[in-house]
């Protein structure tokens, strides 16, 4: 079975500065999907930066990017400049490729990380 | 505007009752999906339908039922065999087609037990 970690409960950061959110996930697999989601205190999951690992180049969306480290099944979440609006928790998740049955679609999720922007 | 719509924002659920909770969609996604996050946890899936009038239990669907007879439409009945219904349900969507789509989420709706 996937598992998603995220090793880090809480981060707080500066308004206009850069901070890296760590993920490590754990799979047998050799293709797989990777995502990012965004819960500010509304709790709406929002999707940030998606990742196919099968693709060497690390995804990039404006201020957010990923460092994706296939072989140490890494894949961190780095924010520039950041915003206040950047508060919120952020999950980090797996999915397998066409999987059937009770994994079809299945998203893993991290525990998440609790991001703060100060001004 | 398109999107996911959940209602509704805040559910009462007393000892012994069944409740529903809606899950609606204009995005013309084939495939939906519900989850559960408890305090200080991920996301677990409960039930998905790739189509309609299909559905598959997903890790936790002990307790729960779905029912999905519109492609618009897959609302989430936590029956009274759910015996820690206290949580944040999150519907989401996909295009469909292939599982690894990405996932689109609605608002949530909390369920409270009085």
């Known amino acids: 079975a996937q598992t998603v970690t995220q090793s880090q409960p809480e981060m707080s950061v500066q308004e206009a500065e850069t901070v890296t959110l760590s993920c490590t996930y754990d799979?047998?697999?050799?293709?797989?999907?990777l995502f990012w989601y965004k819960q500010p205190p509304s709790r709406q999951m929002i999707l940030v930066i998606r990742?196919?690992?099968?693709?060497?180049q690390n995804a990039t969306e404006n201020r957010f990017s990923v460092n994706f480290q296939k072989a140490a099944k890494s894949f961190s979440l780095k924010i520039s400049d950041s915003q206040l609006g950047d508060t919120a928790m952020y999950f980090c998740?797996?999915?397998?490729?066409?999987?059937?049955?009770?994994?079809?679609?299945?998203?893993?999720f991290g525990q998440g990380t609790i991001l703060t922007v100060h001004p | 505007d398109g999107g996911i719509t959940q209602s509704p924002k805040y559910l009462f659920r007393k000892e012994g009752q069944n409740v529903t909770l809606s899950c609606e969609q204009n995005?013309?996604?084939?495939?939906m999906y519900w989850y559960r996050q408890d305090p200080g946890q991920g996301l677990r899936l409960i039930y998905y339908?790739?189509?309609?009038?299909?559905?598959q239990k997903g890790d936790i669907a002990e307790g729960y039922s779905v029912s999905r007879e519109k492609k618009e439409s897959f609302p989430l009945t936590v029956t009274s065999a759910q015996k820690n219904p206290t949580a944040f349900y999150l519907c989401?969507?996909?295009?469909?087609?292939?599982?690894?789509?990405?996932?689109?989420f609605g608002p949530g709706t909390r369920l409270l037990v009085l």
């Open positions: 799979t047998s697999e050799n293709n797989y999907y």
């Open positions: 989401a969507s996909s295009i469909g087609g292939l599982p690894q789509e990405t996932q689109y």
């Open positions: 998740a797996f999915m397998k490729p066409n999987a059937g049955g009770t994994s079809y679609g299945k998203l893993t």
């Open positions: 339908s790739q189509i309609v009038n299909d559905f």
């Open positions: 995005l013309n996604h084939d495939a």
């Open positions: 990742q196919e690992a099968y693709k060497q």
